[in-house]
């Protein structure tokens, strides 16, 4: 029995190192696990302050007048300002509108009608990115020449006496 006793206690002992041992390794496992995620940490935070951020800035110019010319890459406006006309190429992200801002075609730009270039100067072009038609108040006979519409208007004061 003597011999069982330190069977049995040398038993306990070594289960007692064993789950001494298996604390230790965990936490052992946990410095390292929390040391490597730190790490990565630091190493991201390091990457992200290296960053830099451009910033572009881009401002949009506009432009009144009648369109003398539009061609399938160039459309020209002459300025009532400008005795030369002015070229701007349009893109597929160019947009055509009304005056309400409501889309049209670009089958309904034509030359002769007044508009609004917006656009950017990109070197030596300038590119417009919405075009503004305004609506134009000219209208036609059956014969198709213009009929101008005259208006008058006549104001009575009266006072009393």
């Not at 670009?106 to 919405?130: C, F, H, N």
């Amino acid at each position: 029995m003597r011999h069982g006793f330190s069977l049995q206690a040398l038993n306990l002992c070594n289960a007692f190192n064993l789950y001494k041992n298996e604390n230790v390794m965990k936490k052992i496992t946990q410095k390292y696990l929390t040391a490597i995620v730190f790490a990565g940490l630091l190493t991201t935070a390091s990457l992200a302050s290296a960053q830099t951020t451009t910033t572009t800035t881009t401002s949009s110019t506009t432009s009144n007048g009648t369109i003398s010319d539009f061609s399938p890459s160039v459309i020209t406006v002459r300025s009532t300002t400008s005795a030369t006309p002015v070229s701007y190429s349009y893109t597929k992200t160019t947009t055509y509108v009304d005056q309400n801002g409501n889309p049209v075609s670009m089958e309904t730009v034509k030359s002769g009608l007044p508009v609004t270039v917006y656009y950017t100067q990109d070197g030596d072009r300038m590119i417009a990115s919405k075009v503004v038609v305004q609506r134009t108040t000219t209208t036609s006979d059956a014969t198709g020449a213009p009929v101008v519409e005259t208006k008058k208007t006549t104001t009575t004061t009266t006072s009393g006496q």
